[in-house]
């Protein structure tokens, strides 16, 4: 892949090793407290498959890893896996979230953060 970008393109690959804060999801000593999805409660689509046509004066349904954030800071996320959470997480938090819950399966996930920790700062260094 890289020579054709490097022939196609005219592009060179550049690695660069730095050192980030991140954030390690785990479980607590107590077990974790996460619901686990249930079967048919949120539909999946993609770009192939989007959505279907919700009739008139009915609930659109959930996609399935969607998140809903609200500007008091509530995190709503449904039927999404533990590496769709970090992902999530990261973007909202500013900084990588890597999972080593080692939970498998979806969940609904509902976190009441403070609003300042879920927009990352940008144009500033942590």
């Known amino acids: 892949m890289q020579g054709l970008l490097e022939d196609r393109f005219k592009l060179k690959v550049h690695r660069v090793t730095k050192e980030a804060d991140i954030y390690l999801l785990t479980v607590a000593k107590g077990g974790h407290k996460f619901q686990q999805t ?3 409660s949120c539909v999946f689509s993609d770009i192939n498959h989007p959505l279907p046509a919700t009739p008139p004066g009915q609930p659109r349904p959930r996609n399935c890893g969607s998140v ?8 709503d996320g449904y039927g999404g896996t533990m590496t769709n959470l970090c992902t999530q997480l990261g973007l909202r938090l500013g900084r990588e979230v890597i999972d ?4 498998a399966g979806r969940f609904d996930v509902l976190l009441e953060l403070p609003p300042s920790d879920m927009m990352p700062q940008f144009g500033t260094e942590t």
Do not use: A, R, S, Y
């Not at 809903?68 to 995190?75: E, I, K, L, Q, S």
């Open 38 to 40: 249930k079967e048919g």
């Open 68 to 75: 809903n954030v609200t500007p008091n800071g509530v995190f």
């Open 100 to 103: 080593k819950t080692g939970l």
